[in-house]
Antibody
């Protein structure tokens, strides 16, 4: 079955960087974009950006431009999201999600989602 | 402050029908499709409705979605205790070079 499995929880100090991995299985990794969404404790969902595993092309939400980098390793069907210059407000659960669309991006959806990775930023 | 507006809470008794609204604008719901996600306590979100009103395989037909103009709705009929969860609407937004926007989420309580 289609599955995304993420790396484990991380604790980082302010100013540091974190890199979260997302391993795909059950489908052709390069055929679907991977998106990243985060959720602070008790809060809603916040979209961070997308990556095309085939080309490596990316698109980031303006809020994260300059701080986020999304990459992939196609040989092991794994996507990565690295967030730098961490601050306490970045404490959240980070999800990867496979993006499906019958055509253009504006008619697509996320399915499935990874199990989430808790990133805690604390001094 | 979420781009899409949802009521923070909703409730119903078992067997009842509940609707959750999602209000947006011409740059998001008004011109793109709406998806709904269900997040059970302590778990990752799960796709519930896609392309305004389509159910993925495995989602009971008690769940239905609709869209009109710049608003969308999720309806749950025959409410069950296991439906108690957070529900999020989402859509692509054509502003700012294109982003995905979410509603703030609605916590559904089954009384």
């Amino acid at each position: 079955q289609v599955q995304l499995v993420q790396s484990g929880a991380e604790v980082k100090k302010p100013g540091a960087s974190v890199k979260v991995s997302c391993k795909a299985s059950g489908y052709t990794f390069t055929s679907y974009d991977i998106n990243w969404v985060r959720q602070a404790t008790g809060q809603g969902l916040e979209w961070m950006g997308w990556m095309n595993p085939n080309s490596g092309n990316t698109g980031y939400a303006q809020k994260f431009q300059g701080r986020v980098t999304m990459t992939r390793n196609t040989s092991i069907s794994t996507a990565y999201m690295e967030l730098s210059s961490l601050r306490s407000e970045d404490t959240a659960v980070y999800y990867c999600a496979r993006f499906s669309t019958p055509g253009y991006y504006n008619v697509g959806w996320f399915d499935p989602w990874g199990q989430g990775t808790l990133v805690t930023v604390s001094s | 402050q979420s781009v899409l507006t949802q009521p923070p809470s909703a409730s119903g008794t078992p067997g009842q029908r509940v609707t959750i609204s999602c209000s947006g604008s011409s740059s998001n719901i008004g011109s793109n499709t709406v998806n709904w996600y269900q997040q059970l306590p302590g778990t990752a979100p799960k796709l519930l409705i896609y392309s305004n009103n389509q159910r993925p395989s495995g989602v009971p037909d008690r769940f239905s979605g609709s869209k009109s103009g710049t608003s969308a709705s999720l309806a749950i009929s025959g409410l069950q205790s296991e439906d108690e969860a957070d529900y999020y609407c989402a859509a692509w937004d054509d502003s700012l070079n294109g982003v995905v926007v979410f509603g703030g989420g609605t916590k559904l309580t089954v009384l």
